[in-house]
């Protein structure tokens, strides 16, 4: 997306449909600042000549001041110094008599013209003018360009997004070089009027998903809209589910692979996270490193990183299922030991299972809230602290800190926060299942969360493909991550055939 690039107009156009230029660059001006409340970011001015005169506005802090001086102001004040003969609006033109290394538009629409200097352009009034010139000149500070925290890696590279959505698209551009990517251009939030890109590859991108998109991001009317977390949730499918059916990342190369495989991106400007769509369910367990290694290593992370959900999602509930029902299920040695720690505990196992739960999540949510230098050093000494006491004044056995510590581990393997968040919650439901029916109630409640997963749609698609429905070819990419080499090997074979 270009500097020069316009959007859409304003959505509260009719408010000011009723105004029109004078050709009085003071009244004009004047008339600017006051339909913006007179702020004091708004810059403004007035160069009169003997016959001539002209005014610039812009919004202090979006653009280059020393870059406007020099390519702007001082040629246009050379050029009417020089001609020193009476404005001829119709006549002549900006772009025919000074050679200006910028791109003019032209518009006497004051909706238009505020709707720009709010963007960042550069006004130009006129004398006797009937158009206002429009030149995009957006240079705002923006934050360099760093490793994202949200999703590191060990192999990879090292950029990530930033707030500025031309920055974003331009990291993008340099891993496609292709003709086909496209970006579609939305304006979201009544009031905010957020800029907001579509990102899909034309000939690969399914074009249901695409258009599924488009409709819904054309339908939402919010009053504003400020991270892509909100969007998300306007867009994604109607009705309550606890699993995220879309995703985001700050990596540019994420971004890049899934516009490749035929998958769509939402960008906004202000924020670095973009989502992704449609995805399934397999694909929150799969990350870009999974490619940049060998694929027997990436096939054997990616199996741990199952295993790891598994138990962050079911093994507090299975503790209390087998503690409190089926303890004939247990080796005996470990029964004993159990049994033993529980001695003169107060409190049933479900109560003593939620209780360190609930106390774990809350040192986890203080640990990202507080300063980065004391977060994590609060969050782990407050739960060996706390886990300690709570063993030594018997209020909890050892065997349940073992379990929650087991699990909060393993939930910090999950690639996505959104999946492991969801992780989260329902590991409080299934302990409940537990506790009530034993490990009975626990397969009614994994029965319905999976008729649940297979009822799901992510932007019109399946979401548990290609296990429902099932696809044998795409197979090849699901638990295990098969050489790249073979599957080149058998798409040269099949072009053959």
């Known amino acids: 997306?270009?500097?020069?690039?316009?959007?859409?107009?304003?959505?509260?156009?009719?408010?000011?449909?009723?105004?029109?230029?004078?050709?009085?660059?003071?009244?004009?001006?004047?008339?600017?600042?006051?339909?913006?409340?007179?702020?004091?970011?708004?810059?403004?001015?007035?160069?009169?000549?003997?016959?001539?005169?002209?005014?610039?506005?812009?919004?202090?802090?979006?653009?280059?001041?020393?870059?406007?001086?020099?390519?702007?102001?001082?040629?246009?004040?050379?050029?009417?110094?020089?001609?020193?003969?009476?404005?001829?609006?119709?006549?002549?033109?900006?772009?025919?008599?000074?050679?200006?290394?910028?791109?003019?538009?032209?518009?006497?629409?004051?909706?238009?013209?505020?709707?720009?200097?709010?963007?960042?352009?550069?006004?130009?009034?006129?004398?006797?003018?009937?158009?206002?010139?429009?030149?995009?000149?957006?240079?705002?500070?923006?934050?360099?360009?760093?490793?994202?925290?949200?999703?590191?890696?060990?192999?990879?590279?090292?950029?990530?997004?930033?707030?500025?959505?031309?920055?974003?698209?331009?990291?993008?551009?340099?891993?496609?070089?292709?003709?086909?990517?496209?970006?579609?251009?939305?304006?979201?939030?009544?009031?905010?009027?957020?800029?907001?890109?579509?990102?899909?590859?034309?000939?690969?991108?399914?074009?249901?998903?695409?258009?599924?998109?488009?409709?819904?991001?054309?339908?939402?009317?919010?009053?504003?809209?400020?991270?892509?977390?909100?969007?998300?949730?306007?867009?994604?499918?109607?009705?309550?589910?606890?699993?995220?059916?879309?995703?985001n990342t700050e990596r540019p190369d994420v971004v890049s692979a899934a516009l490749v495989e035929g998958k769509l991106a939402i960008m906004m400007e202000g924020t670095p996270f973009a989502i992704i769509g449609p995805v399934t369910f397999i694909s929150y367990f799969q990350t870009a490193e999974d490619y940049y290694n060998r694929f027997d290593l990436a096939t054997f992370i990616r199996i741990i990183r199952f295993i790891a959900f598994w138990i962050s999602f079911a093994l507090p509930a299975t503790y209390v299922a087998l503690t409190t029902f089926h303890q004939e299920l247990i080796p005996t040695k470990l029964l004993i030991s159990l049994t033993a720690q529980r001695e003169g505990i107060p409190f049933p196992a479900l109560i003593e299972a939620l209780v360190m739960e609930t106390v774990f999540e809350i040192l986890r949510e203080a640990g990202v809230r507080m300063p980065r230098p004391i977060g994590p050093a609060v969050s782990i000494v407050g739960a060996i602290v706390i886990g300690e006491a709570a063993v030594s004044a018997g209020l909890v056995s050892p065997a349940i800190v073992i379990v929650v510590s087991l699990t909060a581990i393993a939930s910090f393997a999950s690639p996505y926060y959104s999946i492991a968040g969801s992780s989260r919650m329902l590991r409080f439901v299934l302990m409940i299942f537990a506790a009530t029916s034993g490990i009975y109630g626990m397969l009614i409640f994994t029965l319905a969360l999976c008729i649940h997963l297979v009822s799901l749609e992510s932007?019109?698609?399946?979401?548990?493909?290609?296990?429902?429905?099932?696809?044998?070819?795409?197979?090849?990419?699901?638990?295990?991550?098969?050489?790249?080499?073979?599957?080149?090997?058998?798409?040269?074979?099949?072009?053959?055939?």
């Open 1 to 247: 997306m270009g500097k020069d690039q316009t959007f859409p107009p304003h959505l509260s156009k009719g408010k000011y449909s009723h105004l029109s230029l004078s050709g009085d660059v003071e009244k004009d001006v004047n008339q600017v600042a006051k339909s913006l409340g007179y702020p004091l970011d708004l810059v403004s001015k007035v160069y009169t000549f003997k016959h001539n005169a002209f005014a610039v506005c812009y919004i202090d802090g979006m653009i280059s001041n020393d870059e406007l001086e020099m390519t702007v102001i001082l040629p246009l004040m050379d050029w009417f110094k020089e001609h020193q003969s009476p404005w001829d609006f119709g006549k002549r033109d900006f772009q025919q008599h000074i050679q200006l290394p910028k791109k003019f538009s032209r518009t006497s629409d004051f909706s238009n013209i505020l709707d720009q200097l709010l963007r960042g352009s550069v006004i130009l009034f006129v004398k006797k003018g009937e158009e206002a010139f429009i030149t995009a000149d957006q240079r705002w500070e923006t934050r360099a360009i760093e490793e994202p925290s949200s999703q590191t890696m060990i192999r990879g590279p090292r950029e990530g997004f930033v707030e500025t959505l031309a920055i974003n698209t331009t990291l993008i551009r340099r891993r496609i070089s292709n003709p086909a990517l496209r970006f579609k251009q939305f304006l979201i939030g009544e009031i905010t009027q957020t800029p907001v890109l579509i990102a899909y590859i034309e000939g690969l991108v399914n074009e249901d998903a695409l258009e599924t998109a488009v409709e819904r991001l054309t339908n939402v009317k919010p009053r504003e809209v400020f991270e892509t977390g909100m969007l998300e949730e306007l867009i994604e499918t109607k009705g309550y589910s606890p699993i995220p059916t879309l995703s």
């Open 459 to 497: 932007l019109g698609q399946p979401y548990m493909a290609p296990f429902a429905p099932f696809s044998k070819k795409q197979q090849k990419d699901t638990f295990f991550r098969l050489p790249l080499w073979w599957t080149s090997r058998k798409k040269r074979r099949n072009q053959g055939a």
